[in-house]
């Protein structure tokens, strides 16, 4: 075999261990890939039931309701499409009527969701982008100024005070 000849085996090898490497990894991740979705793109893509991922938006003011001790129903909007979700377990206590929200779970259905997993934000800057941006041209996303003046707020608050007061 000449030099060039094994020079190709070589390469050859290379690359088909990793092409298989890569499928290997891939085939292994295939059941923790949790994709991320706002109600629009859900509506639009509607994924098969018992497909898992990510929802997120705003909790629809007057739709938070409790069915039982533990169950709580309510509805994520981005301002264009909504999608009923149904949780049970202890909510965050920064989940709120109003405030962002990111639901893992499964779909059940045209319009519906079943969250195993409730993370609440505590403001619009950890908001989809989509879902900030309608909240800007509606009028209804806190302003810069507004950001400013809470950070200021809070760091004036939680600063350590010192022996002489």
Do not use: C, W
Request: charged share 25%.
């Amino acid at each position: 075999m000449t030099r060039k000849g094994r020079r190709l085996a070589i390469i050859g090898a290379a690359g088909f261990t990793l092409a298989i490497a890569v499928g290997l990894i891939l085939f292994a991740l295939r059941d923790s890939i949790v994709f991320f979705y706002g109600p629009t793109e859900l509506a639009e893509k509607a994924p098969p039931p018992g497909t898992r991922l990510r929802i997120g938006g705003l909790v629809e003011r007057g739709s938070v309701t409790y069915e039982g001790s533990a169950t709580v129903v309510f509805t994520v909007t981005d301002l264009k499409h909504d999608i009923k979700v149904s949780y049970t377990g202890l909510l965050p206590d920064l989940f709120r009527e109003g405030q962002g929200v990111v639901a893992e779970g499964t779909v059940e259905g045209p319009g519906l969701f079943h969250a195993d997993t409730v993370l609440a934000k505590h403001d619009e800057r950890y908001m989809p982008k989509e879902v900030a941006d309608t909240l800007k041209q509606q009028g209804r996303g806190a302003t810069k100024d507004s950001r400013e003046r809470n950070s200021a707020a809070l760091h004036a608050t939680s600063q350590p005070k010192g022996p002489k007061g």
